[in-house]
């Protein structure tokens, strides 16, 4: 089994920062690829940035330049460091883990997710 726990949420103002952590535990052979994303009532889940295995960082458009993702050494805790921050991107914010399992199996798993609110 693999568990993803998410944190560092919370009430910012206009134009501050947050950093946001996953964590990912668990019997994981190998992490392939770690996920944010984030979703406000009535709209879709969206991604906001994703990193592989060989750290290769993914951003959404409205992010770029402002987010950035990054893991620890080991490679199964992500984080997003989030600057410059706009009331539009107040959400609920996921993680996704994906990879495989000692076991060979494959796995795809999502935090509970942590609210980020940006307002004055």
């Known amino acids: 089994q693999v568990q993803v726990v998410e944190s560092g949420g919370g009430l910012v103002q206009p134009g501050g920062s947050l950093r946001l952590s996953c964590a990912a535990s668990g019997s994981i052979l190998r992490m392939n690829v770690m996920g944010w994303y984030r979703q406000v009532p009535g709209k879709e889940r969206e991604l906001v940035a994703s990193?592989?295995?060989?750290?290769?960082?993914n951003y959404a458009d409205a992010v770029r330049g402002r987010f950035t993702i990054s893991k620890d050494s080991v490679g199964n805790t992500a984080y997003l460091q989030m600057n410059t921050l706009k009331p539009e991107d107040t959400a609920v914010y996921y993680c996704?883990?994906?990879?495989?399992?000692?076991?060979?199996?494959?796995?795809?798993?999502w935090g509970q997710g942590t609210l980020v609110t940006v307002s004055s």
């Open positions: 996704k883990a994906m990879g495989q399992q000692l076991d060979g199996r494959y796995f795809q798993v």
């Open positions: 990193v592989t295995s060989s750290r290769t960082p």
